[in-house]
C-alpha cells in the first residue's frame, strides 16, 4: 500500500528554534518523489522543497532541509531558525508511478513569540 | 503568487445539485490535477489532465468528472451532491517533464459547502 504518515498532529516551538517535522512512507515502488508543503489559513498549498528516491544528497532549501533516510522510509522536514510566519499546516507528500500524489494528514505548527 | 487561480472561492449548494469549478493553469504548464481536501485532512487525489485527457484517477466516483481545455484551463464537475462533498477543492499544475521534479503550484481553492 502507498501512503504517508505523519504522525504529529500538532506541535509548539519557540520563535528562533530549530524544529524538526517527521514523515514516513510507504511504497513499493523504486522510483518515486517526496515533497513538504505548507498550508498557511488562506488555504493555498506552497512549495517547500522536493527529494527523489535516488537523490543521494538530502534536499536543502534556504531554511528547509529535509532529512532523507531511504532505508527507514523516512523524509523528515527540519525548519531551522523558525519564525512567527512559519506558523502553518506542514504536509508530507509522495508521488509515485502512475504520477499520483499522496498526501500525509498534516503537521499544524504553532510558532510562540 | 503561484499563478493558479481557481473561482469562485466560495460556494453553497444544496444536496441533490450540480456544481462546476474552474482553473486557470500557470503559464507554460501543461498538466493540471484535482484535490480535495476535507476539513481537518490532507488532499486526496481526483484526479489528473494532461494534453486534454484525463491521466491518472483517484477513489472518487463517476460523478466526479473534468475537463481541461487546448488551453490547459480546466473543469471540476460534481453530479448529484452530497453532504460529504463539501469540502475545499484544490486545483494544481505542473509542467511534465517526463523524469524531472514535477513541482506542482497550487491555487488557493473554492470551498464548497452542500447543505
Known amino acids: 500500500a502507498q501512503k504517508i504518515t505523519q504522525t504529529q498532529p500538532g506541535m509548539f516551538v519557540q520563535e528562533k528554534e530549530a524544529v524538526t517535522l517527521d514523515c514516513t512512507y510507504d511504497?513499493?515502488?523504486?522510483?518515486?518523489?517526496l515533497f513538504w508543503y505548507k498550508q498557511p489559513s488562506s488555504g493555498e498549498m506552497i512549495f517547500l522543497i522536493y527529494q527523489g528516491s535516488y537523490d543521494e544528497q538530502n534536499a536543502t532549501e534556504g531554511r528547509y532541509s529535509l532529512n532523507f533516510q531511504k532505508a527507514r522510509k523516512s523524509a523528515n522536514l527540519v525548519i531551522s531558525a523558525s519564525q512567527l510566519g512559519d506558523s502553518a499546516m506542514y504536509f508530507c507528500?509522495?508521488?509515485?508511478?502512475?504520477?499520483?500524489?499522496?498526501f500525509g494528514k498534516g503537521t499544524r505548527l504553532h510558532i510562540l513569540p | 503568487e503561484t499563478g493558479v487561480t481557481q473561482s469562485p472561492t466560495h460556494l453553497i449548494k444544496t444536496r441533490g445539485q450540480q456544481v462546476t469549478l474552474r482553473c486557470s493553469s500557470q503559464s507554460g504548464h501543461n498538466t493540471v490535477s484535482w484535490y480535495q481536501q476535507a476539513l481537518g485532512q490532507g488532499p486526496q487525489f481526483i484526479f489528473q489532465y494532461y494534453r486534454e485527457e484525463e491521466n491518472g484517477r483517484g477513489n472518487f466516483p463517476p460523478r466526479f468528472s473534468g475537463l481541461q481545455f487546448p488551453n490547459y484551463s480546466s473543469e471540476l464537475n460534481v453530479n448529484a451532491l452530497e453532504l460529504d462533498d463539501s469540502a475545499l477543492y484544490l486545483c494544481?499544475?505542473?509542467?511534465?517533464?517526463?523524469?524531472?521534479?514535477?513541482?506542482?503550484?497550487f491555487g488557493s481553492g473554492t470551498q464548497l459547502s452542500v447543505l
Open positions: 494544481a499544475s505542473s509542467s511534465r517533464v517526463t523524469g524531472a521534479n514535477e513541482k506542482l503550484f
Open positions: 507528500a509522495m508521488r509515485v508511478r502512475d504520477d499520483k500524489i499522496i
Open positions: 511504497t513499493s515502488d523504486q522510483s518515486y518523489g
